[in-house]
């Protein structure tokens, strides 16, 4: 554990995460077209519907944290599958293949609790897509706690999903931007380990903006 410092010898550097939603042209209208997609699907068009579907802005606590699960609740109307790919954990699963094998597996699992394959319902066909997104230089520092959390407390969300969840698929250690420098810059190992203990995966970016700029400041999380 480092020792506490009041200023970072090196500041943290926010960045703009830009980018656009790419159709494929590739549908599902019922599981089955569903699980052929998704055994070829490029990885990047599975990485777009289990992470970034939290940059659609929905507000409050997930019950669909990804596309899949969303398709298979109001497309689908299968509240059990629905659960089942809700429950997925992809920043915990590593490699995107692995995520594609635990889809598979769920979805194989469930359709051999049917008696029919699931169709979608007139107009709620899952459309894949995938995204072309980008890390700009955000022009805004941080040197000092209380910079952080104002910075945190005003950064566009897309900045602070980069911060926060894509930071987890650049590296190794499976932390946020925010916990690694606080504990490298600032000697703040007490917050940033408050920081890794939010289950993110289940709140909307401006639920998990909040309860970071609260742990930020010392207040208790809420429960």
Same mark, same amino acid.
């Given at each position: 554990m480092g020792t506490a410092k009041e200023r970072a010898s090196n500041p943290f550097r926010f960045v703009d995460y830009e980018g656009l939603v790419v159709a494929s042209g590739a549908e599902a209208r019922n599981l089955r077209e569903f699980l052929e997609v998704i055994g070829r699907a490029p990885d990047e068009m599975i990485h777009h519907h289990l992470f970034r579907s939290v940059l659609e802005h929905r507000y409050g606590t997930w019950d669909h944290p990804n596309d899949f699960s969303a398709w298979a609740a109001t497309g689908l109307g299968d509240p059990v599958l629905s659960e089942k790919l809700a429950s997925l954990e992809p920043? =915990?699963?590593?490699?995107?293949?692995?995520? =594609? /094998?635990?889809?598979?597996?769920?979805? !194989?699992?469930?359709?051999? &609790? @049917? /008696? &029919? @394959?699931?169709? /979608?319902? #007139?107009?709620? /066909?899952?459309?894949?897509? *995938? %995204?072309?997104?980008?890390?700009? #230089? %955000? %022009?805004? !520092?941080?040197?000092?706690?209380? !910079?952080?959390?104002?910075? @945190? $407390?005003?950064?566009?969300? *897309?900045?602070?999903?980069?911060h926060f969840h894509e930071a987890r698929l650049r590296g190794d250690d +499976?932390?946020? +931007?925010?916990? $690694?420098?606080?504990?490298?810059?600032? %000697?703040? +190992?007490?917050?940033?380990?408050?920081?890794?203990?939010?289950?993110?995966?289940?709140?909307s970016l401006e639920e998990l903006r909040q309860r970071v700029v609260g742990i930020l400041a010392g207040e208790e999380e809420p429960t």
């Open positions: 920043f =915990r699963r590593g490699e995107i293949a692995n995520a =594609r /094998a635990a889809i598979i597996e769920i979805v !194989e699992e469930h359709l051999d &609790t @049917v /008696a &029919t @394959v699931p169709w /979608a319902r #007139p107009g709620l /066909a899952f459309h894949f897509a *995938s %995204g072309m997104f980008f890390a700009l #230089p %955000g %022009g805004r !520092e941080a040197w000092t706690l209380d !910079e952080l959390r104002t910075g @945190v $407390s005003e950064i566009p969300l *897309s900045s602070l999903y980069y +499976d932390e946020d +931007d925010f916990s $690694s420098w606080l504990t490298n810059q600032l %000697g703040r +190992d007490d917050v940033a380990l408050r920081l890794r203990a939010i289950d993110f995966y289940l709140f």
